[in-house]
């Protein structure tokens, strides 16, 4: 029997659409070996960029990874964070999440120029991830698996850095929000937030909750208060995780329990509120944790990347080849 008309134009629609999700899969998927023959040793060229600065300052660690997420956040992990301003081009630097308070450019910069070997081979974006992971891995937090192959962007967005990265005065529903955003489950969003067990915040940042919040523990709130007065020392830090603030660890979960998370958008994971249960489960087990967080960082690593022929692989990160 002939194949009537409706059944071949099914084979063919069928075809085309197993063609289309194959590549699909092959443009659009990062590879563990995919600098394996071009640029063997810059996996150990990162890491030990990474293990060098972080031993001379902890928080470069969680500098580090911040970078990561702030790229990432923005229109994919596409080393857009990078960009350097300059009389012709405005990128993502002095936008009001990252004006002030981004770190760790000197030492992308070192990593670029330590691939003497493989010169303009291994993007910024890659660079990027890589960072970040040896990083949570050097303040003792979980590892997980790096896949490359992310291109670079000749493009950055100050509005999109402004608009997609959530705020510390996001309530619980403003968090999940942006994050579901980007792709992320409520869950997902609650264990991403545990890299705050790392790092340094401005007074700026969390002076209002100091002052106005109520869930806010009271012998936390006045050791905070002498490095954040009501007026003046805007940029004093504080640790994010007072408990253990350059070893990445579930205590931050812990401190949301006694109301002493330092930002408000810290404390909202923990204020009666449907994600109580969660951080009290990766407060008394910080494997749960650690397998969760670094679920959560491969799915942001995978974050819109361009690939293949998409974008470039810039030789100075800070600006486009
Ligand atoms: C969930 C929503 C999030 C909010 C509202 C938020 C907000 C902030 C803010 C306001 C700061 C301090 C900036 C300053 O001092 O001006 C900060 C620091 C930091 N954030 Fe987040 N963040 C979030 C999620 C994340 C995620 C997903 C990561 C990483 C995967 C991350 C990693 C860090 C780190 C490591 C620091 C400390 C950086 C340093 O010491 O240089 N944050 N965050
Ligand atoms: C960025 O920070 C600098 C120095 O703190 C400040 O002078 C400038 O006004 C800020 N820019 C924006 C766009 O907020
Ligand atoms: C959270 O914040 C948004 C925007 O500020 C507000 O509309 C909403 O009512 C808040 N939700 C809760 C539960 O407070
Ligand atoms: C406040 O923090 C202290 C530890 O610094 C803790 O012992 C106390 O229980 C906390 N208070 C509340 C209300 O959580
Ligand atoms: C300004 O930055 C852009 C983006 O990196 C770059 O393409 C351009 O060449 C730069 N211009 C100057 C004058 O450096």
């Not at 007074?203 to 050791?223: E, G, I, K, P, Q």
């Not at 350059?246 to 404390?267: E, K």
């Not at 109580?276 to 944790?289: E, G, L, M, W």
């Not at 810039?314 to 486009?320: A, G, I, Q």
Request: charged share 15%; proline share 4%; net charge positive.
């Amino acid at each position: 029997m002939a194949p009537s008309a409706s059944s071949l134009l099914f084979k063919f629609t069928a075809f085309t659409l197993y063609f289309c999700v194959l590549l699909g899969t092959t443009s659009g998927q990062l590879s563990a070996n995919f600098y394996a023959r071009t640029c063997p040793k810059f996996r150990s060229v990162i890491k030990r960029a990474v293990n060098s600065a972080v031993s001379s300052e902890p928080r470069m660690g969680a500098s580090l990874l911040r970078l990561h997420f702030h790229d990432c956040f923005v229109n994919g992990c596409d080393g857009s964070v990078l960009l350097d301003d300059n009389s012709t081009f405005v990128g993502e630097k002095t936008a009001r999440p990252n004006n002030g308070s981004l770190r760790g450019f000197n030492v992308i910069d070192g990593i670029t120029q330590l691939e003497s070997d493989c010169p303009g081979v291994v993007s910024c974006a890659d660079i990027l991830a890589g960072a970040a992971r040896d990083s949570v891995v050097a303040l003792h937090g979980p590892s997980w698996r790096l896949l490359f192959g992310r291109r670079d962007s000749t493009s950055a967005s100050l509005s999109d850095a402004i608009s997609n990265l959530p705020g510390p005065r996001l309530n619980l529903s403003g968090l999940i929000s942006s994050c579901s955003n980007k792709g992320f489950t409520a869950n997902e969003m609650v264990a991403l937030s545990g890299s705050h067990s790392i790092g340094q915040g401005r007074c700026t940042v969390f002076r209002n909750r100091l002052y106005n919040d109520n869930n806010l523990n009271a012998s936390f709130a006045a050791t905070l208060q002498q490095n954040c007065p009501t007026t003046g020392g805007d940029n004093n830090l504080s640790p994010l995780d007072y408990s253990s603030p350059v070893s990445f660890d579930n205590r931050y979960y812990n401190n949301l329990i006694i109301q002493s998370g330092l930002f408000h958008s810290d404390q909202e994971l923990f204020n009666g509120g449907l994600a109580d249960a969660q951080v009290r489960a990766y407060a008394s087990n910080q494997n749960t944790f650690f397998r969760d967080f670094g679920n959560a960082m491969v799915k942001m690593g995978n974050l819109g990347p361009l690939t293949g022929s998409s974008g470039q692989v810039r030789t100075n990160c800070r600006r486009v080849n």
